[in-house]
């Protein structure tokens, strides 16, 4: 199945499951007075459920691989994701993961330090010494920017430092 | 008129929003020449910081610069390095790069300068008229209107979006609209559809929608293919003679005559927007060309480059008119602004130039000035700006990513909404692989709560869905929008029918 297809086809089952709660999850926790009115939370969703569905059949109908994306130059080919950089970029991924879970955690400062050096690392930089005083001075700098200047509250240190 | 430029005058240059002119062309600038920043990744990543001003006129004006110093940046950076960080920029590099290779980078950068900045002046002229006199018919809409009116705009972005993939398209639009219902509904404040998330009762933010649709897989596809970031190999050179001859001046004058106001007119419909209307402007020069001139298209013409440069200036103007006046964003960009209008209690529409004239008129003016700092101030720091491109992609791509993920962070505090952001943004990257287009899931994203809260209004009024075919204009509008969507279909399926007949090529 082309990837065309099967993104339709995950959409179609979305689809599925939120009109099954628009139309019958959602029906049955209405008021006895809600329903005689025109208008309900349910009452859109329920023309996007069957609208969703509609689409999904149509691209999963007519995307065959007659029909299916070429990438073009600028693109990535995703069929050949081993010949692209596809490591450095799901280790960049997992790095924003732990970013985001270690963030409350570790303080504002630690954190975005750890993230912008570990992400160069991750790319390939091996000058530690350039590397390290870069991501210290511009978790510095963005912190002050954000918090004194345009007065946002950002924690800079870790839990146990308050 | 006069006294609304007055009054967009005095607002638009009082000293902070000339500095907030200034500072956006110049960060647009500076980050739109990165390849792989387009203008849409560098505004959502600049909405914290325009919201945090708190006065609108400031912050759109703020947006609106980054919007053509962004422009401006990737049409440098197609130019001295033949990477184009925007598609609207794509056409500029066919003629410009070639005049890079030959020594002519300074020129070419002039030549683009000039042509954006005409571009940019005549749409914002054609916008002074256009906008009144089509908010003044706008004003004559109820909210069944409007939702139909919504309904053709939603129709039209897919029609135009997908490039012959309608189903696609629309199916995006779909998945907008129904990420729009997570959260409390029109009229009731129960919550739907956030599987007992907390977090999700109030929606999902349209800042972390943004950056996880554009600037995120935009990074991820900078990790993944290191040539689409040809920074840190230091090869763009020395840029000298910036001057033009009176020759050249010449030739390209009617070519800005005629680009500015079709570009405009291009920038005015609904998904149709800069990438069109650059590649359109570049194919119709080509074609009036004659002889000698023709021929050196693509070879380093100097009205090949002015034409695109020229004609998707004048489109992001012309891109305002139906934001401003409708309240529909006609494009990506301007989708991602309205979101930033609405996170500032301003509703844009008819209404706008009665209830806020000072931010409509502000804007207009400001698309001057703009277009004239980036004409008399950034053409200058060109040279100097350019070293940016000579930053390692090992430190770039770390801090674009940072970038994005404090964007959506500091605006909620709330690390959940980080968690949500990576989610999307892999998502979104592959849908990108498999060519699903965008920029409809998001316009369905922002346009989806307007849309049911007019339904909602309607369907209360008439007591029911009658007022789609009781209301002529209503009528009229809906069957506009079901023939936006079946006849490029049909069209693209007819095609396909005739190219079977054919024997396909090896």
Known sequence: MTLDRSIAFIFLILCIVYSYTAFISMEASLLPFERNMSFLPNTMPKWLGVLGILCSLVVIFNTGPEHAHKPGDGDINYRRLGDYKIGQALMLIGAMLAYALLLRTLGFLAATSLFLAGGSAILGERNLKLMIPISIAAAFFIWYLVQEVLGIFLRPWPFFLG | ?506
């Open chain 2, 1 to 506: 008129m006069f006294e609304g430029v007055m009054l967009g005058l005095s607002t638009a240059l009082t000293l902070q929003n000339l500095l907030m002119v200034v500072g956006g062309c110049l960060i647009g600038t500076f980050i739109g020449m990165l390849p792989g920043l387009g203008p849409m990744s560098i505004i959502a990543i600049m909405i914290p910081v325009a919201i945090t001003l708190g006065d609108p006129s400031s912050a759109l004006i703020l947006l609106a610069g980054v919007y053509y110093g962004a422009i401006f940046g990737g049409s440098t950076s197609s130019i001295l390095i033949n990477a184009p960080g925007v598609a609207s920029t794509v056409a500029t590099s066919f003629d410009g790069y070639p005049m890079a290779r030959a020594g002519k980078a300074g020129k070419a950068l002039t030549i683009a300068a000039i042509s954006s900045f005409t571009g940019g002046t005549v749409g914002a002229i054609l916008l002074l008229f256009f906008a009144p006199a089509m908010a003044k018919v706008a004003l004559l809409f109820h909210s069944a209107e409007y939702f139909a009116l919504m309904v053709v705009g939603l129709s039209a972005i897919a029609a135009f979006a997908g490039s012959g993939q309608v189903a696609k398209a629309l199916m995006m639009t779909v998945l907008g609209l129904m990420l729009a219902t997570v959260g409390e509904s029109a009229q009731f404040s129960a919550a739907r559809f956030t599987a007992g998330i907390m977090d999700l009762q109030s929606g999902f933010s349209f800042i972390t929608l943004a950056m996880a649709l554009f600037a995120l897989p935009e990074a991820i596809y900078l990790v993944l293919d290191p040539l689409r970031s040809k920074t840190g190999d230091g090869d763009s050179g020395e840029i000298k003679e910036l001057r033009i001859t009176k020759e050249e001046a010449k030739s390209i004058a009617p070519v800005l005559g005629r680009q500015s106001i079709q570009g405009f007119l291009i920038g005015v419909m609904p998904g149709a927007g800069a990438t069109i209307a650059s590649f359109l402007g570049y194919a119709v020069e080509r074609n009036i060309a004659k002889g000698e001139d023709q021929a050196q298209f693509g070879k380093g013409s100097v009205k090949g480059l002015a034409a695109p440069e020229c004609a998707n200036n004048a489109a992001c103007t012309g891109s305002f008119v139906p934001l401003l006046t409708l309240g529909i964003p006609g494009s990506g960009t301007t989708a991602i602004l309205l979101g930033a209008l609405i996170a500032l209690n301003v509703s844009p529409g008819p209404r706008l130039m009665i209830d806020n004239p000072e931010i409509f008129w502000a804007v207009i003016v400001s698309m001057y000035i703009g277009n004239l700092v980036l004409l008399v101030l950034n053409l200058p720091l060109i040279p100097y700006i350019a070293k940016l491109l000579a930053i390692p992609r090992n430190y770039l791509i770390p801090f674009i990513l940072f970038f994005t993920l404090m964007g959506s962070y500091i605006g909620q505090n709330n690390a959940t909404e980080l968690l949500i952001l990576v989610g999307m943004g892999v998502c979104a990257t592959v849908l990108r692989f498999a060519n699903f287009p965008l920029p409809p899931l998001l316009i369905g994203f922002i346009l989806g709560q307007m849309l049911e809260d007019n339904f909602s209004r309607a369907t209360n009024l008439t007591d029911g869905v009658s007022f789609m075919w009781e209301r002529p204009m209503t009528l009229c509008l809906l069957i506009l929008a079901v023939g936006l969507i079946i006849v490029p279909s049909t069209r693209a399926k007819m095609a396909m029918r005739k190219r079977k007949g054919v024997a396909l090529g090896d």
